[in-house]
């Protein structure tokens, strides 16, 4: 099922500032047993992108009944649901008419078909070429200019590797292409600043919660390609995979080992409570 | 007039790329006095920017014929033609399906309606607070990751300016939101180099080659903001405004100033034969 502004559809105007210049944002939520997901978190985080991109959405309360559709329709099918945000439709070139409406798309997917065990064994991820971009003022934001990670994403075909790790513009180590990513060190958790790039998620969020309430020490840090190498446990993290270990990196020719951790273990459990 | 891999329609698939990821590129081409400006080098562009984002395009033959199609709509009206190709629709997450077929979208706009004596007496531009990012793997290519453009045409509303520069993280000058940026300097030319940040123009290419004809000095260089103070002359070009003098620069507080110079007024007559 889409809905397009409430309505059943399945696509959109051309003029649309999405399709034109990717002007505005995108939330995954996981819906499973009936229940969507740090469902509040991820509309919190929609209407923070929506003002630091200066869209004026002020259609949450549409939005919130949509998904209720949606979410009925599903009936207890789990399901992948994606909300894009766009500034709306037309304008003169960059400059957004004042009078364009936000476009809310809601689609339903299948949840995608992991190995349940992934979150048990671990996988295997390498790091990209691709470099992601600094920017202050797009750093965190879960916008629709996704090239980077499309980029990011041709580079294997390799069934085996189940995640490709980002470097940014000064090589330091920020996320995975649909992900984020913790290391622990000497019983310390650390995951990278998204104050240049990066998008902060949910689920990154939700384990800086949960550390500070169970007192893990958890720092956001500059990590480089060493530090990572150096790491005792390393996973990566999203709102559709919850907590996955990472227990091999390729680096060109390298690879970094890790084993399956106890606070990796943890975290996972306290995620799931 | 709008068509979509060819048949006239005004809408998209949502799960086209362009949509979920701003995956793809786009040319502006002016069509004036029955003649589509420029046309083989914004084609070659196109062909160039598809390779370098690895979007398999093999649709040119194609794309040439739907263009002469939307050309024989529009006689003799003077418009704006721009052309949008996605890498198509679909595909699991970033990872685009092999077998996803490019979208090709046509769609034709009135001229902008600028005050026809711009390229006359000049405009004013303002230096925008908003920065490009750096990412070699994206300089210099039209590609639909646009919002870095959108948020620096928020800052202003003001309609004398009509256009802004914009810096990259170095605080160098690079480009306008809409154009490229040359100066003159001691009867030298220069352009930012785009090997980090910006879109390679069309117009620009054309000044470069024009140039290298005429033995005019021609430099692509890292401008900063002070070499930008100190210029002689300035210019903003792109393919729909063609050269448009610079002759003041809003930088806070502090205006910087320029005459409309000769040889501005000679790359202005070069280009128009």
Chains 1, 2 share one sequence.
Not at 3 to 9: E, F, I
């Amino acid at each position: 099922m889409i809905l397009v502004n409430g309505k059943a559809d399945n696509r959109i105007s051309i003029s649309d500032r999405a399709i034109q210049y990717g002007d505005g944002l995108f939330e995954t939520i996981a819906y499973r047993n009936g229940q969507l997901e740090f469902v509040d978190t991820h509309l919190m985080r929609l209407a923070v992108g929506c003002k630091r991109l200066a869209i004026p959405f002020r259609q949450l309360k549409q939005l919130k009944e949509e998904l209720s559709i949606v979410l009925t329709e599903l009936a207890e099918h789990d399901a992948v649901i994606k909300i894009i945000i766009s500034r709306g439709s037309g304008g003169r070139g960059y400059l957004a008419d004042p009078s364009v409406e936000p476009t809310r798309i809601i689609s339903t997917y299948p949840l995608p078909t992991y190995p349940a065990n992934y979150q048990e064994i671990g996988v295997t991820a390498r790091i990209c070429q691709q470099r992601l971009s600094e920017n202050t003022s797009l750093a965190g934001i879960k916008h629709l200019n996704r090239l980077e990670q499309v980029l990011a994403r041709t580079e294997w075909h390799d069934p085996e590797i189940s995640e490709g790790i980002m470097l940014d513009q000064h090589e330091n180590v920020i996320e995975g292409t649909m992900s984020n990513l913790f290391i622990v060190k000497a019983g310390e958790l650390f995951t990278a600043e998204l104050n240049k790039s990066g998008v902060a998620g949910i689920i990154r969020a939700e384990i800086l919660d949960i550390t500070a309430d169970n007192n893990i020490p958890c720092t956001e840090t500059i990590i480089s390609k060493s530090t990572l190498a150096d790491a005792d446990e390393v996973f990566v993290c999203n709102s559709i995979i919850g907590i996955w270990p990472v227990t091999c990196i390729y680096n060109g020719k390298i690879n970094y080992n890790y084993p399956v951790g106890k606070i990796t273990r943890q975290l996972q459990n306290l995620l799931s409570n």
